[in-house]
């Protein structure tokens, strides 16, 4: 359950981004970086625009434990590289709403083993807080403390990346690519079953039975993406790991 409001003004301290913080926003080196326990968070609907404001937020709360932010529209606007927000707040508004409707779905899962060989399996929540005033064009937020945990105290199995870069991509798909080659840049290669790979894609079983169907709606497209517009990859190959006539796995392949 989310806090009430009252529950949690109490409770936490707030920093505050306003429109006066704007070269803030537009600096080009600004970095994103978590512990790597982040790709056990799954995003079952997140569209491109939605991870952007997702990595502006973990920018933005970055070493700032058990803290609300309080964030200016046209400050977010200009953060995650969409400045055609700032002219129209009620767009802007949907646009964050329908970000929030789908972030409080987000879960992060945690699976252990005790002694004994038994799955214990966890489930948490993204947020503990929302509040989103279209009139004043600010948003006051906190993610829960199982996120804020995988944002600080980052010093080892941990990702980082240039925000600005990241937002500057603009398929989903090539951006979930970019977030999984850029926590193995120093591998150059990593694989990844198939069945991973379909749910760290949130990809449809039925929609993406035929493995046509995923290599050319999916891995193809962001492939291309990503070899345009990100130098930090170079010459990118898939393989395709198989068993008889069946695909198992996938094998990502690069240089740096």
Known sequence: MFATENEFEKTLPEFFFSKENIDLAKNEKLKVSYKNSFYNIIFPDFNSIDFNFLFGLFYLLKEKRDSKIKVNFIFFTNLINKKFYALNKKRFFKEFNNFCEKAIKVYFLKKEKNEDNFNNISYFSLFSYIHIDEKEGCFTISFSKYIINILNDVNESYTFFN?????????????????????????????????????????????????????????????????????????LSVIKIKKGNMVKAFEFIFER
Request: hydrophobic share 35%.
């Open 163 to 235: 925000l600005k870069d990241f937002c500057n991509i603009k398929t989903k798909y090539a951006k979930l690519f970019y977030l999984l080659f850029i926590r193995f840049i120093y591998n150059s290669k990593f694989v990844i079953s198939k069945e991973e790979f379909y749910k760290y894609c949130s990809l449809n079983n039925k929609k993406y039975l035929r493995q046509i169907d995923i290599d050319d709606k999916v891995i193809k497209p962001a492939i291309k993406e990503l070899k345009k517009s990100q130098s930090i990859f170079k010459n």
